[in-house]
């Protein structure tokens, strides 16, 4: 015991412990944990990682993290830190409108999926024709509000409807003036 | 998704990957800062752990760190490697370096004469042993005494069976034993 205790002593004066500028990549250290590395860059990296405890830390955590990697029950982590981060990193908000998206792409499939299947039936079965047109009706408006182009749709006719409507108020409020003033003269 | 395309995607700072990649390895990364502190023995507090969880991710993030990653199948032993060194920047930040290593071999309280003597033959005795061991055996006996690796831990580092790493461990051992016993005996 007492001369493990002197070995142990004697590797921690002899073990670099911090960086150096001779410590190997990163690339080079997983390369010699993965076995993909030269016989001849096995042996550099082993006489340099025998006397830097630095890299030989690095080296036991990644080897390390290869178990544990897929187990995450053992390395609980609070779900607030991984908010926080994907709030400060800007990923919450995207995340969330991109998720939106999606839903109202679905319910958009939804509607049109319905009025074409609708529509079919009505054709299929003549006794329930009405029924089945007016569902294909419903479900084609509900469609036609939910859809991106649908909406721009109305908007284009309503903003349509609105500026011919004041044209129309123009006009005759210039054709009543033209034709006030033919009468006082 | 697989890594390499999840790094791709990571990289194009595309959102959704990266809501992917968050939830996929904030465990490991989590689990290396508290493997990192141990390490280093230092005793962390949750606010230690979180600085640190953040500060990696903006690295990733923010510093496009990824692209440095050559091999996608090594995500997993990288992303630790990049926290142990985050980890230690830390902590070298917060802290000045130890100053608990001595840097002459320890000389045990109020010793005579003779005993220091006796502590510097062994000191040069352990010097040579160690110094005289191949490269494998010294990282295999570090491994084991200082960082107190399991005989399974140290096979999967040095890629050697179980069996061959506690033999040289056994032997480096009893090596230096029977040196030292053979010089107290003279």
Redesign the interface.
Known sequence: MK??K??????????N???TPECPD??V??DY???SISQEEQ?KV??H???C??C??????????????NK?D????PKE??N???N??G?TQ??KN?EENNKSKKKEMFYLGGTVIFFILSFIIPQYFLQFLAGAVILGIRWSFQSKNGKTLIMIIDSWRRHSREKDEQISNRLKGHFQKKEKD | MNDKKLVKLCINKNQKAWGIFLNKYSHLIYWAIKKSFSANNYSYSQTDTEDIFQEVFLLLFKHNKLTELKKAQHLPGWLSMLTYNKTTDYLRRKISRKEELIADFPTFGDTSFQEELKNKETYSLIKSSIEDLPDKDRIIITLNLLQEKSHKEISQIVNLPINTVSTIIHRTKEKIRKKIKKMKEI
């Open positions: 001369e493990e002197l070995i142990k002593k004697y590797l921690q004066n002899a073990t412990e911090d960086k990163e690339q250290l997983l944990l993965h076995k042996k082993e006489k990682i025998c006397r405890s630095f030989l830390e690095k080296l036991s955590i990644a080897s390390e993290s290869l178990q544990n990697k995450k053992l390395n609980p982590i830190l991984i926080k981060t994907k400060r990193l990923i995207k995340e991109g």
